[in-house]
């Protein structure tokens, strides 16, 4: 497994209602607006979500700090981590579709959607992604999704329309026993990602019967991006103990900025700032895994809705990472038991008798001077049962230590990837 970078956190409830160091400089109570000469800027529509969609939003974060904080507590040691929680949830949406009974309930429930409607959940999501798509034109934002069916195997038609319909899944049936059909599907996941994701699946197993995909692929350029000139290597605090010196970005800018007890948080836009990096940096002496186990939602928002512009020297190394991960035991811990035995897919075929034998997910992202370049693939595989002016005061805001991030949609507050960063 490869190593991967990192992602964000959040704090105690009660730590973040302290904020003497976190009270606005009145002298930049105020960001700093960013000209056409400082920087990008382009016209977009945000994406506008009634009351009910708002709600499945939050929801949707809450199953992304799950995710994390399980996935965080069942990784090695020293391995980062790097997930799309979006990808996730849109690959166990479409697999919802089919379950029925105590599974769809465990599915629902897991992903924080209680007793929501199925249509309410597949309107969202295709709203969502539709939305995500052109909310940014200096921003690529892409999700495909696809389904497929192993040659002369039965599945209901309506279970194939209703994901067709709300997540435009293209529907394959394929020789499973045909070693081609690996390649095609690996196929697929790369030209959806533009070969950030080359493969997904190293072979296809007797009892193989259905997989479902999502893929998604970002690329954003920073709303204003670092000077090559100012990289410099810079010594990096890694969690094994070593401090390895590594290319470190600078800038000196005017950022959305919150200082609590345990952590600072800081925002890097990317172009009209529709999307944008979240960084949250443990204070010296915060251990990572305090932080990762006091993610909450309700925390989140608080930390965000205190943000303020502030004028930051901002330290961050160059990375990129690569990683993967088998989530059965993940999702399992987290509520999703039978559908990995005596499971109910009987919207997806009648007679009960599939079940999912694996959920991996692969994600790449690379940060540098110019922006971010990130991707995922979430398989679901199915088996049959029985088988200017004055210089301002500098806020120091030094990525030099293990850190958490994520990159996220801002006028929903959709989170779509996560990450951990301990060592690089």
């Given at each position: ?36 000469e ?34 965080y507590?069942?990784?090695?040691p ?85 994901n ?25 996941c790369?030209?959806?990602?533009h ?94 895994s ?35 991960k088998?989530l ?21 075929r ?34 049959v049962?029985?088988?200017g002016?004055d ?5 120091p ?28």
């Amino acid at each position: 497994m490869k190593r991967m970078i990192a992602t964000m956190a959040c704090i105690f409830a009660g730590l973040i209602s302290c904020q003497t160091a976190g009270e606005p400089d009145p002298a930049f109570e105020e960001e700093t607006p960013i000209t056409e000469e400082e920087g990008i800027v382009a016209e977009g529509e945000p994406i506008v979500l009634t009351e009910a969609e708002q709600q499945i939003a939050q929801k949707n974060n809450l199953f992304a700090f799950d995710l994390l904080r399980t996935v965080y507590l069942n990784e090695k040691p020293g391995e980062n981590i790097l997930l799309s929680p979006l990808s996730a949830s849109l690959a166990l949406a479409m697999l919802n579709n089919g379950a029925a009974g105590k599974t769809h309930d465990e599915i629902q429930q897991t992903l924080g959607y209680g007793d929501l409607a199925r249509d309410e959940m597949n309107g969202y999501f295709k709203k969502m992604v539709d939305g995500m798509k052109t909310v940014d034109p200096l921003v690529s934002f892409e999700s495909a999704n696809s389904i497929w069916i192993k040659n002369n195997f039965s599945i209901l038609e309506a279970f194939k329309e209703i994901n067709k319909n709300y997540f435009a899944a293209e529907v394959r049936n394929e020789d499973f026993s045909d070693p081609a059909t690996v390649d095609l599907i690996n196929g697929w996941c790369a030209e959806k990602t533009h070969d950030k994701i080359p493969d997904i699946i190293d072979g296809i197993p007797d009892g193989a019967i259905m997989y479902l995909i999502n893929a998604l692929y970002f690329k954003g350029i920073w709303t204003v991006q670092f000077d090559k000139e100012e990289t410099a290597d810079e010594p990096f605090s890694n969690l094994d103990g070593t401090t390895p010196l590594l290319p470190t970005m600078n800038m000196a800018q005017t950022f959305q900025h919150f200082e609590g007890e345990t952590f600072d948080l800081l925002e890097l836009p990317y172009g009209n700032e529709s999307f944008a990096m979240l960084i949250l940096l443990p204070k010296e002496g915060v251990a990572l895994s305090s932080v990762i186990d006091a993610l909450d939602g309700e925390t989140w928002e608080k930390s965000l809705s205190r943000m303020y512009g502030k004028n930051v020297e901002l330290k961050l190394p160059r990375f990129k990472i690569e990683y993967e991960k088998i989530l059965n035991k993940d999702l399992f811990a987290m509520g999703m038991e039978s559908m990995f035995g005596g499971a109910d897919f009987s919207l997806m075929r009648p007679e009960k008798d599939v079940c999912v034998s694996m959920v991996k997910q692969k994600t790449f992202a690379e940060v540098n001077e110019e922006g971010t370049e990130a991707a995922a693939v979430t398989a679901i595989e199915m088996v049959v049962t029985s088988v200017g002016g004055d210089s301002p005061t500098l806020t120091p805001f030094y990525v030099n230590r293990p850190f958490l991030y994520f990159i996220k949609e801002k006028s929903t507050g959709t989170i779509f990837f996560t990450g951990v960063t301990k060592n690089l």
